[in-house]
T-cell receptor
Framework: ETGVTQTPRHLVMGMTNKKSLKCEQH?????MYWYKQSAKKPLELMFV???????ENNSVPSRFSPECPNSSHLFLHLHTLQPEDSALYLC??????????FGPGTRLTVT | AQSVTQPDIHITVSEGASLELRCNYS??????LFWYVQSPGQGLQLLLK??????LVQGIKGFEAEFKRSQSSFNLRKPSVHWSDAAEYFC??????????FGTGTRLQVFP
C-alpha cells in the first residue's frame, strides 16, 4: 500500500467515549501532522512530529492526545470530546521542508 | 504574520472555459507555495508547488500556477476546465520548514 492511510474513515462517538484515530505513511517521510478541517474554517494545524518528536502543539485542548511511536505511524487519542470537535481530521506526512501528502481523513461526529 | 488569502469563495465556470483561481500570501522570506485540491469527502491532493526557479510551474491534471513576487500572488490556471475539476482548491504557504498555512479555499463548480 502506498501513500498516507487513515482509519477509521468515519467515527461517531459520544462525549464520554474514548477512541483513537490512526494514520500510517508509506512514503519514507520523517514528519507527520494532524489537521482539523471544520466547515467554513481554514484547515487548522494541530500537531507536528518530526523524527518522532513533537515539534508543534497549536494550542490544542488536552482532550486530544497525539502519539507518534515511529516515523511511519501517528495516532490521535480522543476523550471527552465536545460536539464542536466534530470535523474532518486529516493526517499528512512530508520530508523536512517538503510538500505534504495527505490521507483521506477521518470524519468524526461527536454526539 | 504569515497568511494566505483566497478572495473567491465560490467560482462557477462552463466546461471548456479557462480558469484562474487567485491566491495572495503574506510571508517575509522567499515562500514555498502550494496548490491542493479536495474532492468531497476526500483528503487533499497536491496539484503543484513552487520552491524556487522558474516562476511558472506546471502541475498535474493540466494545471499551472505563476509566482509573482511583486504582487505576492500565486494564481492557479487551467486553459480548459473539465467537469471532473469541480472541487475545492486550497492555496498554502510553508513556513518554519514544516508548517503549512492554508487559505480558506475556493469552491469550483463546473456547468456542462
Amino acid at each position: 500500500e502506498t501513500g498516507v492511510t487513515q482509519t477509521p474513515r468515519h467515527l461517531v462517538m459520544g462525549m464520554t467515549n474514548k477512541k483513537s484515530l490512526k494514520c500510517e505513511q508509506h512514503l519514507g517521510h520523517n514528519a507527520m501532522y494532524w489537521y482539523k478541517q471544520s466547515a467554513k474554517k481554514p484547515l487548522e494545524l494541530m500537531f507536528v512530529y518530526n523524527f518522532k518528536e513533537q515539534t508543534e502543539n497549536n494550542s490544542v485542548p488536552s482532550r486530544f492526545s497525539p502519539e507518534c511511536p515511529n516515523s511511519s505511524h501517528l495516532f490521535l487519542h480522543l476523550h471527552t470530546l465536545q460536539p464542536e470537535d466534530s470535523a474532518l481530521y486529516l493526517c499528512a506526512s512530508s520530508r523536512t521542508s517538503g510538500e505534504q501528502y495527505f490521507g483521506p481523513g477521518t470524519r468524526l461526529t461527536v454526539t | 504574520a504569515q497568511s494566505v488569502t483566497q478572495p473567491d469563495i465560490h467560482i462557477t465556470v462552463s466546461e471548456g472555459a479557462s480558469l484562474e483561481l487567485r491566491c495572495n500570501y503574506s510571508y517575509g522570506a522567499t515562500p514555498y507555495l502550494f496548490w491542493y485540491v479536495q474532492s468531497p469527502g476526500q483528503g487533499l491532493q497536491l496539484l503543484l508547488k513552487y520552491f524556487s526557479g522558474d516562476t511558472l510551474v506546471q502541475g498535474i491534471k493540466g494545471f499551472e500556477a505563476e509566482f509573482k513576487r511583486s504582487q505576492s500572488s500565486f494564481n492557479l490556471r487551467k486553459p480548459s476546465v473539465h467537469w471532473s475539476d469541480a472541487a475545492e482548491y486550497f492555496c498554502a504557504v510553508l513556513y518554519n520548514t514544516d508548517k503549512l498555512i492554508f487559505g480558506t479555499g475556493t469552491r469550483l463548480q463546473v456547468f456542462p
